[in-house]
């Protein structure tokens, strides 16, 4: 009886110190996150006082005059990254079905490995790919052939120069379609075999069960690749910077030169003087910030909402 009380105390004990061992990283998360929120809010805080909420709503951008609005950043921030999305979520999608419910095992293998490399390849190599190459290719071809059939439409209009938000969507939909893949393809192979052959067994074809039984087996899986690609898009910056013309202004057509949050730190910062101009900048990062939890938030919230609903109708 003496041996089972020691044996309890120490397996207790040791539960008790691998409960608060683990809590404390835990803790050392929220506390890292609250530690960058803070040190964006305190160096900011020139630029809040000089513009308030107007920061946020002014497109006004000039550094001599030390007048500063995020506008037109979080414009071209927010046009890129649903561009991006655009392009890549069918893309991806439509790859990842093909690569776990329709192509040979040998074929799926190789194609699987090479998305893998593509997702590891820098930001600022697909950069330089798309001067020497998606630039020529938009300005001679792309673009000129979008503005032919739609050129009555304000997206589509004005003058074509090969850099814009369009040519960074297309980079960004570039960088973020291995991720869609990979992590769509991972949800589609994790559902059940039960499933497939249920839908088969009742008459389907190979596609009618992939659509039928998989896909909505798989939805949170593959909202959640969506998602990622969008965090991935929103905080991009080296690509960007080198595709979409470095414009601190709002244009309607797609074709035209812009900026983005991350671009305009990354191009600044260094030669910022002063205290508005830096502050002004920390206050984009705080907002890009605040965006990317909003949206991921927001990622979340749908998720958890279709998880209900799915567990409701079962």
């Known amino acids: 009886m003496a041996t089972s009380s020691k044996l309890s105390r120490r397996r207790f004990g040791g539960d008790e110190a691998a409960h608060l061992f683990t809590l404390l990283f835990a803790v050392s998360i929220l506390a890292i996150t609250l530690f960058l929120v803070w040190e964006l809010w305190i160096h900011s805080s020139p630029a809040r006082g000089n513009f308030g909420f107007g920061f946020l709503t002014s497109s006004l951008w000039n550094p001599v005059t030390d007048q500063f609005g995020a506008m037109p950043f979080i414009y071209g921030t927010v046009i890129t990254s649903a561009l991006a999305l655009l392009i890549a979520v069918p893309l991806g ?4 079905i093909y690569l776990s419910e329709l192509a040979p095992p040998r074929v799926s293998n190789t194609l699987t490995f090479l998305v893998e490399l593509l997702a590891a390849v820098p930001s600022v190599i697909f950069g330089l790919l798309a001067i020497f190459t998606l630039i020529p ?13 739609a050129g009555s ?22 960088m973020t379609f291995p991720f869609i893949i990979s992590v769509s393809r991972e949800a589609l192979m994790a559902v059940p075999r039960e499933q497939r052959e249920a839908a088969l067994a009742l008459g389907a074809t190979k596609w009618e ?14 909202l959640g690749s969506v998602f990622l690609a969008l965090a991935r898009a929103l905080g991009e910056t080296m690509a960007v910077t080198m595709v979409i013309g470095n414009d601190p202004a709002i244009h309607a057509s797609l074709f035209a030169p812009g900026y983005t949050i991350a671009a305009v730190i990354a191009n600044e910062f260094a030669e910022a003087t002063g205290d508005v101009h830096p502050s002004a900048l920390v206050e984009l990062g705080l907002v890009l910030f605040v965006l990317t939890m909003a949206i991921n938030g927001l990622a979340q919230l749908l998720i958890v909402l279709t998880t209900k609903k799915g567990s409701a109708k079962a």
């Open 93 to 96: 999608v439509g790859a990842a």
């Open 209 to 222: 069960s992939t659509y039928d039984a998989v896909l909505p087996f798989a939805r949170l899986g593959i």
């Open 153 to 174: 439409v304000p997206l589509f209009g004005g003058h074509i120069r090969g850099s814009g938000y369009l040519t960074a969507g297309a980079i960004l939909a570039i």
């Open 137 to 149: 290719l938009m300005r001679d071809y792309v673009e000129p052939a979008l503005q032919a059939v």
